[in-house]
């Protein structure tokens, strides 16, 4: 009961700051557009507006970043139904259900099934959050060095060997992610590494101009390459509609599905590296297989789109709880979201759920980091709402108004924004040119089946690891043996070793099945 | 050897090549320290494994069996991309940086606008002239003005007399 307390506590503290509504419900609209426009992601919106984040309080600079990551899993099933072109990789189950309706003049009624599902299934999603967290957090409390080094390494190997095609090129994409990370001044000896002899690159890199890089220059390029191949086409919304409409009682007859498909998205969601599109797939496989009219999935069914859509969005709350518990992003946007913390001065983990932990803001106002994450579960509580209601009312209509921007300029405009927003990171012109490099970068690596997620999450988990590897080892009197020796972190390890063996084993059977 | 096989030497030759200027710079490392444990040791490590791994893919790149055509990997490698549109996305890139770095922000974004919109296929002399212009007061105004960031000088030309027409104060 206390976590219901709490959360009542949060909305208090939401309502009680205007800036935070107002950018909870921006951050509704912005997802919904962002994850709309075809390529363009959660993520790539997130990279361009980071920097705006500096300039607002904690809560309205988290709740902001945090509501883009849902409604922009949202918006991307509405590219996916129109355009047949998926936001977000996520999106490409919802397609295969949702653009046949949407072709046979039911848009509408494909929307309303998208929104609706979404809804249901980021509740799920973040009511398991926000119970589940507060109960791990009580165990994980207690976890010093040696557990928190086994724990980055465990995540460090499922990410690298789950997030891409190929396992190698999956753990050398996280390589690469720390490499890059441990650029600049070592915190424990205050030596310089990895500096190639310069003054400039003392400071470190910057998260904002390497996610720019990676998401938004990367996708710019790609975008860039298809002028001229690819229009948008809007598939349905000027045909004739017939029975466009969703009804109740269909939506009471997808309850149960939504809800099977919510609590799988949940639990994959929970593990790092594995994202909404290995839910969107499983959960849209399963109900397929339960399914009675298993021959109509394909051709436009509600079900086709609900089940997907259900778990893409159950997997925004629960791919928080690595975050929130442990200190591991499990997600690019957790991943950024750990940048706002620790600039405004806050530590990830268990920590936060703490009463005694303050919080003091520029305004002198103070809080404890509990209340302020509390506060950020009220706004996506309330960020689910407020997509919800824009996007089954207005879907259609955003829609339209998307088909209708003409990408030659809208792209260029975007590259206009990711430049200035690279440089309002640290006003500096070199991490205009770093954004550029991890631009080209990050499009090599989609182009040859590497992990650009898996990078960046290694970049903002390669420093803590080795900082608590080396703190685990000066405490330890046996060595490196002490990862072992200590139950918790050698069962983290043993359960990294075992996905990895398995992920091995499972892509040597899908190999030997495809005949030669 | 197929396309894949050939691609993945190339991603292997230049896993391999980064690994090693990461490693000698690595090794460079000043690795006095009073742990077990220095800091030289993480990155050294990383990146041999990173060497290791390249060496990997190469080798398994040799060895494959595979027989898929590039027509059928669609997503895989660069056959359908347009490189000469790659590179001039990078060559605008590079150019506002590098104009940014010399003569300053507005300018920066008033070429780089010019020069995007023209990768893009947009070809009206006024159009690309006013909708550049128009993209680099927003952007001056938005980024300095309101958002109250600093306008740099540029390291070759001062044109910030320009932009405080727009920002007064930055």
């Not at chain 1, 046996?478 to 043993?494: Q, R």
């Not at chain 2, 890139?93 to 920066?108: E, K, Q």
Request: aromatic share 10%; charged share 15%; proline share 5%.
């Amino acid at each position: 009961m206390d976590a219901v307390t709490d959360l009542i506590g949060g909305f208090q503290m939401l309502f009680g700051d205007p800036q935070a509504v107002f950018f909870t419900l921006l951050a509704a609209f912005v997802g919904i557009i962002f994850g709309a426009l075809p390529g363009l992601t959660a993520s790539a919106a997130i990279a361009m507006l980071l920097p705006l984040s500096f300039y607002l309080g904690p809560l309205p600079a988290l709740a902001f970043l945090y509501v883009i990551g849902k409604s922009g899993r949202y918006g991307g099933s509405i590219a996916a139904i129109l355009f047949n072109t998926p936001g977000t990789a996520a999106s490409a189950a919802t397609m295969m259900d949702g653009h046949p309706m949407a072709k046979r003049g039911q848009p509408n009624r494909a929307l309303r099934t998208a929104t609706v599902a979404s809804v249901f299934g980021d509740y799920t999603g973040e009511i398991i959050l926000i119970f589940g967290a507060v109960w791990i957090a009580q165990y994980t409390r207690t976890f010093g060095p040696t557990e928190y080094f086994a724990i980055y390494l465990m995540a460090f190997v499922v990410i690298g060997s789950v997030v891409g095609k190929s396992i190698v090129k999956g753990l050398l994409s996280t390589i690469l992610g720390a490499l890059v990370a441990l650029i600049g001044t070592d915190v424990i000896t205050n030596t310089p590494r990895l500096t190639f002899g310069t003054q400039d690159m003392r400071d470190g890199m910057s998260l904002v101009p390497l996610l720019i890089g990676v998401f938004v220059i990367s996708e710019i390029i790609i975008q860039a390459e298809r002028m001229g191949k690819e229009t948008l086409v809007d598939a349905g919304l000027a045909d004739e509609h017939k029975n466009d409409r969703l009804s109740f009682g269909e939506v009471r007859r997808l309850i149960p599905l939504m809800f099977r498909s919510s609590i799988m998205g949940s639990f994959i969601g929970m593990m790092p590296g594995l994202g909404s599109s290995v839910a969107c797939f499983v959960a849209y496989g399963e109900e397929k297989r339960r399914a009675a009219n298993k021959d109509d999935w394909g051709k436009g069914v509600i079900e086709g789109i609900a089940a997907p859509e259900s778990a893409n969005n159950a997997v925004s709350g629960p791919s928080m709880i690595p975050l929130l518990t442990l200190g591991v992003p499990g997600s690019t946007v957790a991943a950024v979201l750990i940048g706002v913390f620790l600039i405004h001065g806050i530590q990830v983990g268990p920590l936060l759920f703490s009463d005694t932990n303050m919080i003091i803001t520029d305004t002198g106002d103070f809080f404890s980091s509990r209340e302020l994450i509390f506060a950020l579960f009220a706004a996506g509580l309330l960020g689910i709402a407020a997509y919800g209601i824009m996007g089954f009312w207005g879907g259609p209509l955003i829609g339209k108004t998307i088909a209708r921007i003409p990408p030659n300029y809208l792209y260029p405009f975007i590259f206009l924004t990711a430049v200035a927003a690279s440089y309002s990171a640290r006003a500096s012109v070199l991490d205009v040119a770093i954004a550029l490099l991890f631009g080209v970068v990050g499009y090599a690596m989609r182009r040859t089946d590497f992990a650009p997620a898996a990078f960046v999450i290694a970049f903002v988990l390669a420093r803590p690891m080795e900082e608590s590897f080396r703190q685990a080892l000066l405490l330890s009197d046996d060595g490196a043996l002490i990862f072992l020796k200590e139950p918790v972190a050698g069962g983290f390890l043993a359960v990294g070793a075992l996905v990895v063996i398995l992920r091995i084993i499972g892509q040597r059977r899908q190999a030997r099945a495809i005949p030669t | 050897m197929n396309y894949r096989s050939h691609i993945d030497l190339g991603v292997a030759t230049t896993v391999i090549i980064i690994g090693a200027i990461f490693a000698l710079e690595a090794w460079r490392i000043d690795p006095a320290s009073y742990e077990a444990i220095g800091p030289r040791a993480v990155p050294v490590f990383l990146a041999c494994l990173m060497i290791g791994l390249g060496a990997l893919i190469g080798v398994s790149a040799f060895a494959s069996k595979d027989q898929t055509t590039a027509a059928e990997e669609a997503d895989f490698g660069f056959h359908n991309s347009d490189i000469p549109r790659v590179f001039a996305v990078i060559g605008a890139g590079a150019v506002t940086t590098l104009v940014f770095w010399a003569a300053g922000y507005l300018v920066a974004m008033i070429l780089g606008t010019l020069l995007m919109l023209w990768v893009f296929g947009v070809r009206a002399p006024l159009v690309l002239i006013l909708v550049a212009i128009v993209a680099g007061v927003v952007y001056q105004f938005v980024f300095m003005g309101l958002m109250g960031l600093l306008d740099p000088r540029g390291a070759l030309i001062d044109l910030r007399w320009l932009s405080r027409l727009i920002t007064p104060g930055s």
